[in-house]
Each structure stands twice: as C-alpha cells, then as structure tokens.
C-alpha cells in the first residue's frame, strides 16, 4: 500500500505501485525514494510516517516526519523552519551515535518539511509498561545506567533535548537498547550567562516540552541542561509507578510531586531521584556524569538481594512475550546482584565465592581506569570464546562491562552490539564485522583489529593502545577521547571520523591512511620510536 501525505487528502490510502494519489493528486514517492507505506504517529506540528526507500536494494524501512505549520503566515513558516533546521542540524551533528537515529535526508515541498531517519524497530517504554507492568529497582538503575551517559553525550555536544519521556524512547528490537527519538523539540544553541546567576540558561521564542514531564524553569521558556535530568527523574517515576506525572498530586508548600509513596524502592535510590526532580535547578543534579556517580549499589545491595521485585516487566536483555518468561527475567536479575553481593563478602572474609567457578557467573566491583567511569560500581562478566559464541548464537547482543580479553574470533560478525565498558585486551577479531558497534569506554589494548569493519562504530574514551588496526574501516567512527598511543592505523580509512589530529600523532600510520578528511597522508610519520623494526 501507498499512503498520502496530504493532510487534507479525503482517501490517503493508494495502491501500492501508484505513483500519484487517486484522490488528491500528491505524489506518493517523495524525493523520488521514499514511498510512504503508512501513517504512524501525529502531533501538533506534523505526523510521522513509516517509509521504504525505493531506490536501494530490499527497500530498507525508515520514518519519515512531515512538519506541518498550522497557517501559511510568514511567521509560521519561518518558525517552523527554524524547528525543522534546528532538529536537522542536531540530528546531523550528534547522529554518530549507537542510541540515536541516524538522519538520512531532508527537504522542503509546497511548504512542508520532511525529515528521513533510519527506523527504530522495537515498543517505547510507554508500551513496554503498558505491557509488561511496572519496573522494579533494578530495572530502574539498568534503565539510568544506560540512558544517563546518552544524556551527557547530547550535552557535551551543547543541546538540550526538551522532551525526555517514555514514548521517545524505544528499546531497539535487535540488541534491546535504548534509543532517544524525537529531536524535534531540541535547543542547539546555549547561550551563558553572568556567572552570578545559573550556568547555562537558555532563552527561547516559546515554551516546548510535554507538560508533566518538563520541569518550571522549561515551561517558563527559560530550559537548562539540568531540565532533561528532571524529566529524565520523572520517567523514572513513571516506570515505578505506570502513572503519569500530570496526575501525581504536589506539594502546595514545594510545588514538588508527591511520589514516594507509591514506591517500593530504597532510601538511596529515592535520594537519587529526588535530587533529579528537584524544582530548584541550583539543588538539582547538574550533569548527567554527576547522577551516574551518585547512583553507587552498596547503599541498598542487602535489600535488592533479598529479591526487591515489582511487577513483572522485561528487563530488555532478552525478548519475552509471556508473564513467566519476564518474571524469570526479572529474577534473573536480582540472582546476578546477589551473585555479586557474594563474591564480594567472601573475597572480604578471605574466602572463595561458590559463584566464582562459573565464567559465566563471576562478578566482580569494575573499578579498572579504563572501563566506564560514568557508571560508577558495575559488575563484571567473563566469558572465554566458546561460551561468549553460545551466548551470542542465543540472540544476546548486550555484553556491556563484560571481560572478553584473549578472545579469539577472527572473521566473526558482531555489528550493532553493546560492547560499552568491555575489556578486549589482546583480543583476536580480525577481518570481523563491527561496524555501528558500541566499544565506549572499552580495553581494546593490543587487540587485533586488522581489515575489520568499524564503520560508525562508538568508540569514545576507548583504550586502543597498541591495537592492531592496519586496514581497518573506520568511517564516520566516533573516536572522541579514545587513547591512540601506538595504534597501527597503516592503511585504515578514517574518512569522516569523530578524531583529533592530536590523536593522531600518537598512532602509526603511513601514506595509505585516510584522514578523516577522505584524504591520503603525504608525509609518513618516521618517529623512530614507533618503527616496528
């Protein structure tokens, strides 16, 4: 089927090799790629529609969103053109990244705006509630520990997203991440003020943002970074409770939701969420950096291994459908933080865990410098080859923190999985396929990467001392931060990646490497210390 997006057409619904709409004329294939198959979503300021692109081979899905001003006014036209650019721009600038949609075209027609994103498959976390019940607390720190570093990487980037919530929020069906969407709303443009007042205050033409879950200072049009934390706090809410904000009662005196009581969680994490919601920005959680520090599991380790459990819900890692399969999931869960609440007692009184001997079971406090600081106390996995290619052939793609060093997997496909804060060191993955991977934050020191894919793959703070990358494909890799020092980049492509010449300097390369400019070296770096004799 072919679908019109005319908003005034009275019979959008065309057949599918159609070309012009039937009823009202418009043209079904935009741009002359994208044939819009369905309407998916609608708002104030446009609809959302499912897409195929014609033009490439198995005609890939994306989501096509049409902003449509509510008058032909000057002032209307050039607001939502300013909106349409802003979210385009923002989209451009920040897309590099595993958690948020990458932006594939866009255009204006008889005025209407289109923008094209790749297309997220998998239910927001509006309807994973809906479905699956509340979450507990755990579900709730695995949902900050992976959302709040996407929080910082937006604001380190100078945007302020407006419009944090569960249903801009969709865990990916292939890997069960979550992906931010809906960058409509977004503040590109931060502009600082005296010192003796607020950092980071941004003035805006009109207020945005979803009421409940946007906080005072945003609707007053006055949003800062600390306002995506605040609704950030409030999402959390929202999966404790399955109630929205708008119907919380507030305190008269504070003007703050009233929400503790409807929770059944510790006094810590309640401290947590409580200073993510507080409607004075000055006692607010600043950055995101600073929640993910606060959030340290000793506080509340004894409670959560006696099996603090809410209602069933899927925890994500792995595909459920059923209310047993999720509770096992949940109860999954609770037996890995008591495994680690275990080990950690027996390494303490001198003895050895009966969890230790299985790899697959082994946890450990992660404190290694170059895993996720971000993510304050985590726990560790090991796996040696044979059991991480079970878990893998099984459909888990999320192997965040694990230890998979002296892994030896040359050829191996692992595109789009979740490497985030994993040790890699003196691991064999030659000629394998990792690209739009997430390795942040990971050990890869003297990994062999040689001729592997890593096409916008996330590679911020990685430690990729030593590694062997010669030919690698590193296009449109986002490498911000990550330690180069002594990497062999003979030959790798580089075009359009996220890295510094600084960077650079510290790694091997010769002519045959493409700066991330597209272009060839011209003068081979001869550092005597860094010939391999």
């Known amino acids: 089927m072919s679908y019109c997006v005319n ?34 979503g609608q708002g104030g300021f446009g609809a959302t529609f499912l897409a ?25 036209l050039n607001m939502a053109r300013e909106l349409f650019s802003r979210e385009a721009e923002t989209l451009g600038k920040i897309g590099n990244h595993p958690q948020i949609p990458r932006i594939l075209d866009y255009f204006e027609d008889n005025e209407r705006f289109y923008l094209v994103q790749e297309y997220v498959s998998g239910d927001t976390l509006l309807q994973e509630v809906k479905k699956n019940g509340t979450y507990s607390e755990v579900g709730v720190r695995q949902f900050l520990s992976e959302v709040m570093p996407l929080v910082q990487y937006i604001h380190d980037n100078q945007v302020i997203h407006r419009d944090i919530k569960p249903a801009n929020l969709i865990r990916r069906s292939q890997d069960a991440r979550l992906v931010l969407i809906d960058f409509g709303a977004v503040k590109n443009k931060v502009n600082q003020v005296p010192t003796n007042q607020v950092e980071h205050i941004v003035l805006t033409a009109y207020a945005v943002g979803t009421p409940g879950f946007a906080p005072p200072e945003q609707i007053a049009m006055r949003p800062v970074y600390a306002s995506d934390i605040y609704a950030v706090g409030i999402t959390c809410i929202f999966l404790l409770t399955g109630k929205n904000p708008k119907n919380l009662e507030y305190n008269p005196t504070t003007g703050e939701i009233m929400w503790e009581h409807l929770v059944n969680i510790s006094d810590h994490l309640i401290k ?73 007692k027996a390494r303490n009184s001198g003895g050895i865990s009966a969890t230790t001997n299985d ?11 170059n895993s996720n600081i971000n993510q304050g106390t985590s726990l560790e996995r090991k796996l040696d080859s044979q059991s991480f290619m079970s878990a893998y052939s099984k459909g888990r793609r999320d192997f965040a923190n694990y230890t998979l060093q002296f892994l030896r997997l040359p050829g191996i496909n692992l595109s789009e999985s979740n490497f985030h804060g994993t040790q890699f060191i003196k691991a064999n993955l030659q000629g394998a ?7 942040g934050s990971s050990s890869l020191i003297k990994a062999n990467l040689k001729d592997t894919d890593l096409t916008k793959a996330y590679l911020s703070n990685a430690n990729l001392q030593d590694a062997d990358l010669r030919g690698a494909d590193l296009r449109y890799a986002y490498m911000s931060k990550a330690n180069l020092r002594n990497a062999n980049l003979c030959g790798a492509n580089l075009t359009g990646a996220k890295i510094t010449d600084e960077q650079l300097e510290l790694a091997k390369t010769n002519w045959l490497t493409v700066r991330p400019n597209g272009k060839r070296s011209f003068f081979w770096n001869l550092r005597i210390d860094r010939i391999n004799k």
């Open 433 to 439: 396929d990792l690209h739009n991977s997430d390795f």
């Open 359 to 369: 790899p697959a079971r082994r946890y450990s406090h992660f404190n290694n410098k």
């Open 7 to 40: 908003p005034n057409c009275s019979s959008p619904k065309n057949a599918s090799s159609s070309l012009l709409c039937q009823s009202c004329g418009t043209k079904l294939v935009l741009r002359d790629r994208f044939r819009i198959i369905k309407q998916i």
């Open 272 to 344: 947590v969420l409580k200073k993510m919601l507080d409607v004075s920005i000055k006692n607010r959680y600043k950055t995101a950096k600073e929640v993910l520090r606060d959030l340290d599991i000793e506080p509340y380790l004894e409670s959560l291994e006696g099996g603090m459990i809410s209602q069933p819900f899927t925890d994500g890692l792995e595909s459920t459908s059923s209310g047993s399969s999720n509770e096992r999931s949940s109860n999954e869960n609770i037996s890995k933080i008591a495994a680690a609440i275990r080990a950690k």
């Open 52 to 76: 195929v692109e014609e033009n490439l081979p198995g005609k890939p899905p994306c989501v096509v969103k049409q902003l449509r001003p509510s008058g032909t006014t000057p002032y209307l």
